[in-house]
């Protein structure tokens, strides 16, 4: 039998793996791996197909990011500017200190106004599916769960 999706659950390229979930409107991408020129191509093509699919509200979960470079901040203005057109938004999740430092340095106001608060909500897809219980289990069928993914080595910070 022939099942068709709107995307693969996992989407990979080089230095860059996304994982794709849907629930309650929302569409989302958890990130793992650089956003740099070679992957972010990779990042908006996903976008790209889901904005096709009819996803206006997205939510991108940046905790595994470990490079966020000039053409990330790029992509992910791109996408908001797009998901606002569509009348929808774009919520960045998990934004570490690496990621913020390089939204604050450009500016990047509307970027900026699309992190969720770690303390109000753990990760875009409790936020997203209204789950506000202190389980950790993953309430997204289909949807891989967190222990799953294989986190980068901490970044070290440089003097």
């Known amino acids: 039998m022939n099942e068709t999706r709107d995307l693969p659950d996992v989407v990979e390229g080089p230095?860059?793996?996304?994982?794709?979930?849907?629930?309650?409107?929302?569409?989302?991408?958890?990130?793992?791996?650089?956003?740099?020129?070679?992957?972010a191509p990779i990042l908006a093509r996903a976008v790209d197909e889901l904005l096709a699919?009819?996803?206006?509200?997205?939510a991108l979960d940046l905790t595994y990011v470990d490079f966020f470079g000039a053409q990330a901040l790029r992509v992910l203005d791109d996408i908001e500017r797009r998901c606002r057109q569509l009348h929808g938004r774009l919520v960045l999740a998990a934004v570490g200190p690496h990621i913020r430092r390089v939204l604050v340095l450009m500016d990047a106001r509307?970027?900026?106004?699309?992190?969720?608060?770690?303390?109000r909500v753990r990760t875009a897809a409790d936020m997203c599916s209204?789950?506000?219980?202190?389980?950790?289990l993953d309430a997204h069928p289909g949807r891989p769960a967190r222990p799953g993914l294989t986190p980068q080595a901490p970044r070290r910070e440089t003097a």
């Not at 699919?53 to 997205?58: E, H, I, Q, V, Y």
């Not at 209204?130 to 950790?136: I, L, N, P």
């Open 15 to 39: 230095g860059l793996r996304l994982i794709v979930w849907r629930s309650a409107g929302w569409a989302g991408l958890d990130l793992t791996g650089d956003i740099d020129l070679a992957s």
């Open 53 to 58: 699919r009819g996803a206006c509200n997205l």
């Open 110 to 119: 509307r970027l900026l106004a699309a992190m969720l608060v770690p303390d």
């Open 130 to 136: 209204g789950r506000d219980d202190e389980t950790g």
